[in-house]
């Protein structure tokens, strides 16, 4: 069955840091993989995603998330974190062999409040 | 702004009232999606569009939700009778619909629904 798993609920780092947020997935296929931003009482803003070639990825913000297809992880990073990061990120997976041509199926992670202090 | 806009953001009812949500996604998108996200979950499917075709619903849609689109752009989610229960909130996505591309799906600010 497909899957993702954010286990961490809660990321503290502090300001200047690097940051990382976990991801792992499972899915039959090739998956396409997808992050999420959530500021408070806010939608979802798309970050980033990876559907095939270079392994890192690189989004908005100054993010990046590595696909790592052995270790079937997606982590997302920031070689600086600020203040301004702090929100809820959202992993998302979907198997492009699963009802092919609509993200309607997106399995979406529990999500991973990040905190970054001055 | 041209992303996905919902309207309205914060609505208040008392319980077996109806409420309705609007949302009005990027122009050029054929897709369609709803959302629900309640506090510390990720976002549940509800429904999705292509065009304005209602091409799936999920178990989660009981009788009493209603989602339209009636001409390929715009689309009405209507709750009838609402319950404690429905407090949530409703989120509105829409993405291009190009084959084994992997979509991006573009949310709303998402309607907050209280039901007291």
């Known amino acids: 069955a497909q899957s993702v798993a954010q286990p961490e609920d809660q990321v503290n780092v502090a300001e200047g840091n690097p940051l990382t947020v976990k991801c792992t997935y499972s899915v039959s296929g090739n998956p396409y993989l997808f992050w999420y931003v959530q500021y408070p009482n806010r939608g979802l803003q798309f970050l980033l995603k990876?559907?095939?070639?270079d392994n890192l990825v690189k989004g908005s913000y100054g993010f990046e998330a590595e696909f790592n297809k052995s270790q079937t992880s997606f982590h997302l990073k920031k070689p600086s974190a600020l203040v301004s990061d702090s929100a809820l990120y959202f992993c998302a997976v979907r198997d492009p062999l699963s009802e092919a041509g609509n993200n309607r199926k997106l399995i979406w992670g529990l999500g991973t409040s990040l905190a970054v202090n001055p | 702004d041209t992303g996905v806009s919902q309207d309205p953001r914060h609505k208040i009812t008392k319980r077996g009232q109806n409420v309705t949500f609007r949302c009005d996604p990027i122009?050029?998108?054929?897709?369609l999606y709803w959302y629900r996200q309640t506090l510390g979950q990720g976002p549940e499917f509800l429904t999705y569009f292509q065009n304005e075709a209602q091409l799936e619903k999920s178990r989660l849609l009981s009788d009493r939700f209603s989602a339209e689109r009636p001409k390929g752009s715009f689309s009405t989610l209507e709750i009838q009778r609402t319950e404690q229960g429905d407090s949530a909130m409703y989120l509105c996505a829409s993405s291009l619909g190009i084959q084994g591309r992997g979509n991006t799906i573009y949310f709303g600010e998402g309607s907050w629904l209280t039901v007291v």
């Open positions: 122009s050029e998108h054929n897709r």
């Open positions: 990876y559907i095939t070639g």
